[in-house]
């Protein structure tokens, strides 16, 4: 299971940091994901983790800004961090568990398997 917290109503140039629960999982170490997704349209890749935990990609429109990052104990516990917000980065927020045996970061939504919820983000002007 996977469980999104942290999304909420920020300023323009302000920070959140989203976390992200994964439990239940019989694998020493997997991959996570960070997807948005607007109403009525697919889930687009914001940032990656490899199984590893060494190997971080984001998307273009979010480098320098977003950070991904994971802890890892009896739950890992994946974080985004956030920062100089804008307006358009308002939309809901996915995170996501990919189980296959790769050391790569995993860039499509159909790579991962388990998806949370999602959490909600806005940024108002």
């Known amino acids: 299971q996977a469980a999104e917290y942290g999304g909420g109503l920020v300023q323009t140039g302000g920070s959140l940091r989203l976390s992200c629960v994964i439990s239940g999982q019989p694998f020493p170490s997997f991959a996570v994901g960070w997807f948005r997704q607007a109403p009525g349209k697919e889930r687009e890749f914001v940032a990656g983790i490899a199984r590893t935990g060494y190997v971080t990609k984001y998307a273009d429109s979010v480098k320098g800004r977003f950070g991904i990052s994971r802890d890892i104990g009896r739950n890992t516990t994946a974080y985004l961090q956030m920062t100089r917000l804008k307006p358009d980065n308002t939309t809901k927020y996915c995170c996501?568990?990919?189980?296959?045996?790769?050391?790569?970061?995993?860039?499509?939504?159909?790579?991962?398997?388990?998806w949370g919820q999602g959490t909600q983000v806005t940024v108002s002007s």
């Open positions: 996501a568990v990919g189980l296959q045996a790769t050391n790569t970061v995993l860039l499509r939504a159909d790579n991962y398997s388990i």
